[in-house]
């Protein structure tokens, strides 16, 4: 198993601004994860970020609003840029183990918008 | 793509009681099956894992589950349930390391 820590574990911004979440690993792994999970909602990937290449997004998702970086096997960052009230949201980064067929999750960002 | 059905959105049921939240998978290969379990105000964490070999799983807080491969189902069963349990729970099915999640089931366990 990993154990994934998260920060900020929450904010309130305001609508324009930009927000910089991190993800740290106790172990190293390939694959980490960002996912979105709207109020109520099950959850969305957002990217896959593996270390050393450009991180993989998902349709409805683009590098320009979710810009996302990778700079070792331990650790990554996701910017929500440009926010407004639909981004609030609470955003989770996993660790992905086995190959990366196996998740392990952080506690999340609970983001709001206002 | 994989795709994952939670049958029900929300289940009610009384402390001690035993429950059972239904799974049902679509794949054209071969999957990994997990239950996730989010505490409110949590992330995920992780209850029990189908990898291969023996098709009934045990994980962690008492749970269990079963794949049945020709039924394309992985259901979570628990016999006797704590008010502890109660939370959301996500069903998912991982595919070449593309993992999919159910819509969630609310289990509410009452006194």
């Known amino acids: 198993s990993a154990v994934i820590s998260q920060k900020p574990s929450r904010d309130i911004c305001q609508r324009g601004t930009s927000l910089t979440i991190q993800c740290q690993v106790d172990?190293?792994?390939?694959?980490m994860f960002w996912y979105r999970q709207q109020p109520g909602q099950s959850l969305t990937l957002i990217a896959t970020a593996n270390q050393g290449s450009e991180a993989t997004y998902e349709s409805g998702f683009v590098i320009d609003k979710f810009p996302i970086s990778r700079p070792n096997l331990t650790f990554s960052t996701l910017t929500v840029s440009n926010m407004s009230p639909e981004d609030s949201s609470i955003y989770l980064c996993?660790?992905?183990?086995?190959?990366?067929?196996?998740?392990?999750f952080g506690p999340g960002t609970r983001l709001t918008v206002t | 793509a994989q795709s994952v059905t939670q049958l029900d959105s929300q289940v009610p049921v009384f402390e001690e009681a035993p429950v059972e939240l239904r799974c049902n998978y679509s794949?054209?290969?071969?999957?990994?099956l997990f239950w996730y379990v989010q505490y409110p105000n949590q992330g995920l964490q992780l209850l029990l894992k189908y990898l291969s070999g023996s098709t009934l799983v045990k994980g962690i807080n008492g749970f269990e589950a079963e794949f049945n491969k020709s039924q394309t189902s992985f259901h979570l069963r628990k016999p006797s349930v704590h008010i502890s349990d109660t939370a959301e729970y996500f069903c998912a099915v991982s595919v070449d390391n593309d993992m999919r999640f159910g819509a969630g089931t609310r289990l509410t366990v009452k006194p």
């Open positions: 794949s054209s290969v071969s999957v990994y």
């Open positions: 172990s190293q792994v390939t694959m």
């Open positions: 996993s660790a992905g183990l086995g190959g990366g067929y196996e998740q392990y």
